[in-house]
């Protein structure tokens, strides 16, 4: 508990919206890692995509957690021939 005493302390004393943006950036981050938990298989890696990125998935599963309201996801899945 007292880190979370710490942070509160070390919120109050930013003095920039700047510098508040940066650390709800930061809680943000934090919320989808400990959010992210593999469901029948292994997690390979985390990846914050930021605007103007590309994320492809060619083989496995995936999962995306909005963190943004004004997130747009086109996503789009072949269907393999028989």
């Known amino acids: 508990m007292n880190s979370v005493r710490q942070a509160i302390t070390a919120i109050h004393s930013l003095e920039t919206n700047e510098e508040l943006n940066q650390v709800i950036e930061a809680v943000k981050l934090k919320r989808q890692y400990l959010a992210g ?8 890696e985390k ?6 990125d590309c994320s492809m998935t060619f083989e496995g599963g995936h999962t995306h957690l909005i963190l943004e309201d004004d997130t ?3 996503e789009y899945k072949a269907m393999e021939k028989v």
């Not at 990846?47 to 103007?52: A, P, T």
């Open 47 to 52: 990846v914050v995509i930021r605007q103007g």
């Open 72 to 74: 747009v996801v086109y």
């Open 37 to 44: 938990v593999p469901v029948g298989g292994t997690l390979l």
